[in-house]
């Protein structure tokens, strides 16, 4: 029965759309973490009669039947709505206020992008990020530095040991996408540059369209959950539906059946 088939169709969407609901709560807390959004598409229809078709009477039928064949997930689609602000006060974290990513290098070679601003220093004093991969480009803060200062320019300054004047140690550079949901996730808040993204677009922080940088705050995911909550809520309810259909379908079936002469 060609029920049991579609409903099947929606319930492994139901699945993969709660997968990414769990996802976005599960980094509720995760610094620079963007939610997801699981995108569906109905499947190919079978057409029974097709609209237009001309009867045996010479007329024209107004409609045509046509049986949808259920649905597939078509995509997982990032949101880079930013997230909210919380002040630490410690020197290494930056949120950027508006569009951009910070570049960090990988240990293959390439250049990895995140919002996650929570950055520590390495033993030879270089600005990394928490797994230890070091800011693009490379900012190296001397080991006599008694105070650091980010600019909204992105900047770096710090003032030395017997010393009052600032000296400019590095520049923190941001880069922009044409499509930044074409990025692909790496994990450990960071994503790497496909084809469907485009090569990214460097510059300061406040030049163009390039956002500014703040000093002392971090960048929170920007999950809601009560929307997810919701989200779940409905997921599971369209979930139960499908599965009372392939359950009205068996029941059909077994009255079908059960049918004698």
Do not use: C, H, W
């Not at 010479?58 to 995509?75: D, E, F, N, R, W």
């Amino acid at each position: 029965m060609r029920s049991l088939y579609i409903a099947t169709t929606g319930m492994e969407a139901q699945k993969l759309n709660l997968d990414v609901i769990s996802n976005n709560l599960a980094n509720a807390n995760t610094v620079g973490y963007k939610k997801s959004r699981a995108d569906f598409q109905e499947l190919l229809y079978q057409n029974l009669s097709t609209p237009g078709t001309t009867s045996a009477e010479g007329t024209q039928t107004p409609s045509g039947i046509q049986i949808g064949l259920g649905v597939k997930p078509i995509a997982v689609q990032r949101n880079f709505q930013q997230g909210d602000f919380v002040q630490t006060g410690n020197n290494l974290d930056l949120v950027i206020e508006g569009d951009g990513f910070f570049q960090v290098l990988m240990p293959d070679g390439t250049t990895g992008y995140t919002r996650a601003g929570s950055f520590k220093l390495d033993n030879q004093g270089k600005v990394v990020t928490s797994d230890g991969y070091p800011i693009e480009p490379s900012v190296t803060i001397p080991t006599n530095t008694t105070s650091i200062t980010v600019g909204s320019n992105g900047k770096v300054s710090v003032v030395q040991a017997g010393s009052t004047t600032p000296t400019e140690v590095g520049q923190i550079e941001i880069a922009r996408f044409i499509n930044p949901v074409g990025l692909q996730s790496l994990g450990k808040n960071l994503y790497t540059v496909t084809a469907s993204s485009g090569d990214a677009t460097t510059g300061n922080p406040g030049t163009e369209a390039f956002g500014t940088i703040s000093q002392g705050f971090i960048e929170m995911s920007n999950v809601n959950v009560i929307e997810e909550m919701v989200n779940m809520i409905m997921s599971q309810r369209s979930y139960e539906i499908a599965s009372k259909t392939v359950q009205a379908a068996d029941e059909m079936l077994q009255t079908a059946n059960n049918i004698k002469r």
